[in-house]
């Protein structure tokens, strides 16, 4: 693990302009700076980054927090990876706290394989450009491919010498121990011999989501060879095909930025595909499809459409990982392209806005494109066809989404022109069999369809979270002024009516707050709320207001952290706009804190007031209007009414 010290350092170090500044392009907007948001596409600046406070703001999807959340939202990186990639690009020592001998054995083993990794690629790399026999051979095959400089090294594309040990002689005369070229599979050891795997072959490194190079494909020139095609590293440490994307760190921004993801089958066609302007595309290598490569997706986008080309035999196989997405509870559509075409040869035919047009017009819905498929197959068979229906139907019983089954169950009906309720009673005894009671309701008459039963919910505003909230907001914002409060005193006259008497204390906001809720013995029910109220509170206790919101932050915590980055950037929010050269000037939320205290603590003491009365009320239907049940409704009715009376509010 990384030590905290460390961690420190990165953020002692990093400058969030800085970093941000590498993946947007930002103008300086008064004390701060705004550009348009990278994860959302628009036109007008709605990305705020405060370098004072260390802190970004993205208005339009309402992300936000440090430079760490930033790395995580916009690369896809783990916590670590980001301390590591700040780390490396601030020139800081990484320190690691102590870990076990078979632990650290096995770290220094993969970042053994990662180095090797790495300069396999710079080595394969260097073979296409600067010999003759990569320019002769490799440069040729990626030229006739049309791939220009900017792609070659995008993808970092090599060629590996024909020559059986070329690789392992440099790379052992370079430093890097023979055991270490094995293990990644670039080098194959044999009763002393040492042959590189890959020679003769066109080089396309496999990248992690980080960027990391976790393996190769290679791709042989030569007709004359009886070697496969294709060839890939084999399974390692670091490299597991069946968790591996092809082109997943090229694409990944532009997945999560256009939220879909297209699924092709070969290196080449994700890269035609880059080069004509469709960068949320990814290959699965020509494996099948695996549940891990779809989870890697859904990390970025919930919808997938996976490409085919004309290939028919190639079609009914790939059905298959469609189910495996569909179990997911993503959205799959299916897009085949025509006759005699694939992803790589249509990019290389087509300029980029028919491919657009056609990316966005072809696509079918999973249901039609494969009813339509084995529809054909079964053609006027009275068996296929009904074989052909259930296949349908254990497509849709993967579905975890009820409502969508229903309607997938509507459309293969019409398609297939069977009745619904034959569908149904069908998907019906395939979800007992398969024993998915517990997990998926089954759908078991037809007469009254989902569609009907279900009701939109009315949008309800979480007042118990929006105060919570609140309160934040204000001890962040205001929590070590000091102001004249007025308190109230309640008493009771002579006929059991409560009245109230006021005073006037002098006093810091966050110790009124801190000490109202200790009063009415109220706790934050919201855990990311509650935690940060008694940090805010010692914070403002010990160090006299000097909330360090750097320090605040340095936590893995993404909800925390674009909680506090929400709530600190509200102010900020009307810079984008520029109103006060429209002569818009926004209102100063200081001149109001008094009353902004005073209504928010009173707001939560009449919502838990309104939320006892129910719960009472709640107990004198078990207790059949209990006396002592009564007194305590009506006690607090009366607290609720002076409370609505201070409020200015209507009971």
């Known amino acids: 693990m990384i030590s905290r010290n460390t961690i420190d350092q990165v953020y002692e170090t990093t400058r969030l302009e800085e970093v941000i500044g590498e993946f947007v392009t930002l103008k300086k907007s008064g004390a701060n700076f705004k550009g348009l948001s990278p994860f959302s596409q628009e036109k007008t600046p709605s990305f705020m980054v405060s370098p004072s406070k260390q802190i970004w703001k993205d208005f339009s999807s309402g992300k936000g927090g440090n430079v760490i959340a930033f790395l995580m939202e916009h690369e896809h990186f783990t916590y670590p990876e980001a301390i590591r990639f700040l780390a490396k690009k601030y020139n800081i020592e990484i320190e690691e706290t102590v870990q076990s001998s078979e632990n650290r054995k096995i770290k220094d083993l993969k970042e053994s394989m990662f180095l090797v990794t790495e300069y396999a690629t710079q080595f394969f790399e260097n073979s296409l450009k600067e010999t003759e026999e990569g320019k002769s051979i490799g440069l040729t095959y990626f030229k006739e491919r049309g791939f220009t400089e900017e792609t070659k090294k995008k993808f970092s594309l090599g060629y590996a010498p024909e020559q059986f040990d070329a690789f392992a002689k ?37 990248r992690s989501m980080s960027g990391r190079v976790l393996g190769f494909g290679g791709r042989i020139l030569s007709t004359k060879s009886k070697t496969a095609k294709y060839l890939n590293s084999p399974e390692s440490d670091i490299y597991q095909k069946s968790k591996v994307l092809y082109g997943i760190y090229e694409s990944k921004q532009a997945i999560a930025k256009k939220d879909i993801c297209y699924l092709v089958e070969g290196y080449t066609d994700v890269i035609q595909m880059h080069q004509s302007g469709i960068t949320n595309i990814v290959s699965s290598s020509g494996t099948s499809l695996t ?44 897009c085949s392209f025509p006759e005699g075409e694939d992803p790589d040869s249509f990019a290389k035919k087509n300029n980029t806005s028919d491919i657009i047009s056609f990316l966005e017009k072809a696509p079918k ?51 297939m022109d069977i009745s619904e309720e034959a569908l149904f009673s069908a998907l ?43 309160i934040i907001f204000i001890l962040l914002t205001y929590g070590n002024l000091e102001l004249d409060f007025e308190d109230s005193i309640m008493q009771t006259d002579d006929k059991g009516e409560l009245i ?35 940090q805010l509170v010692e914070s403002h206790q010990k160090h006299g207001g000097n909330i360090n919101l750097e320090k605040l932050m340095q936590s893995n915590d993404l909800d925390q952290n674009e909680i506090i980055t929400d709530l600190v950037m509200r102010h900020e929010q009307h810079q984008l706009h520029e109103w006060e050269k429209r002569n818009i000037f926004v209102k100063n939320k200081g001149t109001e804190v008094v009353q902004l205290v005073s209504e928010t603590i009173l707001s939560l003491r009449r919502f838990l007031i309104d939320q006892k009365i129910i719960e ?7 207790n059949n209007k209990n006396d002592d049940i009564l007194q305590d409704i009506l006690s607090y009715q009366q607290l609720k009414k002076v409370i609505s009376k201070r409020l200015n509010r209507v009971l």
């Open 170 to 206: 440099q790379a052992q005369k370079d430093g890097y121990q023979l055991k270490f070229l094995e293990s990644t599979g670039l080098v194959v050891v044999n009763e002393g011999s040492q042959v590189d795997r890959f020679r003769g072959r066109v080089i396309f490194p496999i």
């Open 291 to 334: 549940v891990d490569q779809i989870r890697m997706i859904n990390r970025l986008t919930s919808n997938i459409v996976v490409l085919f080309d004309g290939d028919a035999a190639g079609l009914r196989a790939s059905l298959r990982g469609i189910d495996l997405i569909l179990e997911q509870g993503m959205n799959v559509r299916v």
């Open 365 to 415: 819905d999973f249901i039609q494109f494969k009813a339509s498929l084995l529809s054909e197959e079964a053609k006027n068979d009275p068996i296929k066809k009904a074989n052909t229906v259930l296949e349908i139907i254990h497509s849709i019983s993967k579905i975890p989404n009820v409502i969508k089954q229903e309607i997938y169950i509507r459309n293969c009906a019409s398609i």
């Open 428 to 470: 019906a005894q395939l979800n007992q069999k398969n024993k998915q009671i517990g997990s998926k309701k089954i759908i078991s008459k037809p007469e009254k369809t989902l569609l009907k039963k279900t009701k939109t919910p009315s949008l309800k505003v979480d007042q118990i979270f929006e105060l919570e909230k609140q």
């Open 500 to 534: 109230e008497e006021s005073k006037t204390t002098n006093v810091k906001v966050y110790e009124k707050i801190f000490l109202d809720l200790q009063e009415d013995e109220v706790e934050l029910s919201n855990d990311n709320f509650r935690n940060l109220f008694y």
């Open 616 to 622: 009472l009320q709640e107990q004198t239907k078990l």
